[in-house]
């Protein structure tokens, strides 16, 4: 799975850096200083490193716990990120941490008692509830067999119930939620694309299909569910495509119990698009037609006023009260 472990000097003794490397008796074991060293050294390449990727175990300090971007997520109270992880096992080309970072290795902070005492700081300044988004770097659940960091932040947020936690993913590694009972303050947001768009772009990724029976079990299970429909990739049957999509969702799950459902179209750094475009010169994503604002790189609308059509097809399934746009 990886090509090798470099852990961080500091943290080599933890018990949970132990139970970890434990599990991987042959892949070779390197001790560094700090995991910039490895991560952020000159004259790598994201698209070759992305073929044998190493994990870094890694202590992570400072503010650990960001105000969310604007527009990221739903409405509910004062919202914040937190990143346990950099960089994601799949290899989705609309990606932004492909031209956000040198690197294509794993870097997993496993320092999860800092997080828990900032993310409880937070909680308890925050008037009005909060809540917090993980898998903005990674992918939330992906690595869960690995890092546990579900398990052990289920556990946080079991106990600080004025906190809501969204694990954004593509993962079908959901044992960690059908194996406890279920949270009301725990919302697990699957992203989706059209099957054509989902072939082409989300290498790596378990299926549509797959995604949807496992999204079935937590729902049946009690567990709250979101769908994010994002990016949206303007492209020739646009409206079509989402209709299938959307039909092959909302048939397997009760749209009436979705905690909320959100639309977002394609956007990415301008500085982080230019550098995608050189690690994948070939790819034709890259090569539509696109317009800047506010320093993101948005594409064209290839047809007339598609997301309001996307918008009003979606809201024949969902009430607009659990619709959102994220920008």
Known sequence: MFSAIYIEEEIRDWDRV???VESFNHVPKIICGRYGEVFNRTNQNF?????APALILAKKYGNLVLPAPSGYGFEGGQSFYFSHMLNCIYDCRYCFL???YRSANYVLFVNYDDFRSQIEENIRSCDGG????????CDS???EPVSYFCDYFLKVFEENPSGILEIRTKSTQVRVFLERPPIPNCI??????????ALRFEHKVPSTKKRIQVLNKLQEKGWKIAIRFEPVIFENELVDNYKTLFEQVFHSLDANQLHSVSLGEFRMPK???KNAVKLYPDEELFSRENKEENGMILLKDT????????EDLLQTYVSHEKYYFCG
């Open 271 to 273: 500085t982080y698009f």
């Open 18 to 20: 132990r139970e970890i």
């Open 130 to 137: 909060s809540i917090y988004y993980s898998g903005y770097d």
């Open 188 to 197: 697990i947001a699957m992203s989706f694309s059209p099957e054509n768009s």
């Open 141 to 143: 659940l992906a690595l």
């Open 303 to 310: 047809g007339s006023n598609s997301l309001q059509k996307l």
């Open 98 to 100: 492909q031209g956000m």
């Open 47 to 51: 698209r070759v490193q992305k073929e």
